[in-house]
């Protein structure tokens, strides 16, 4: 898992989302490492696939990845 690229994180991230957050720390964790990894300061996210597609979900998971250390955006859909 240590070896996970960023686009692999981003998908099981979304997969996460879908099933009610399961392991969702697990997976920041990971994100954050191929970020680091790959020197990307930012997480980038399709809001038309996430589960709260609205600006209080996409804050809300914004306020929850920083506090585990990782800037989260989202692409213009």
């Known amino acids: 898992m240590s070896d996970l690229t960023l686009a692999a994180a981003v998908e099981n991230i979304y997969a996460s989302l879908a099933a009610s957050n399961e392991e969702l720390d697990t997976h ?4 954050k490492a191929a970020l680091a990894r790959e020197g990307v ?3 980038v996210f399709d809001p038309a696939k996430l589960a ?3 600006r209080q979900g996409r804050k809300l998971m914004q306020s929850y990845f ?6 989260v955006n989202f692409s213009a859909a």
């Open 28 to 31: 920041i964790v990971a994100l």
């Open 41 to 43: 300061k930012e997480a």
């Open 52 to 54: 709260q597609n609205n």
């Open 66 to 71: 920083k506090k585990r250390g990782v800037a």
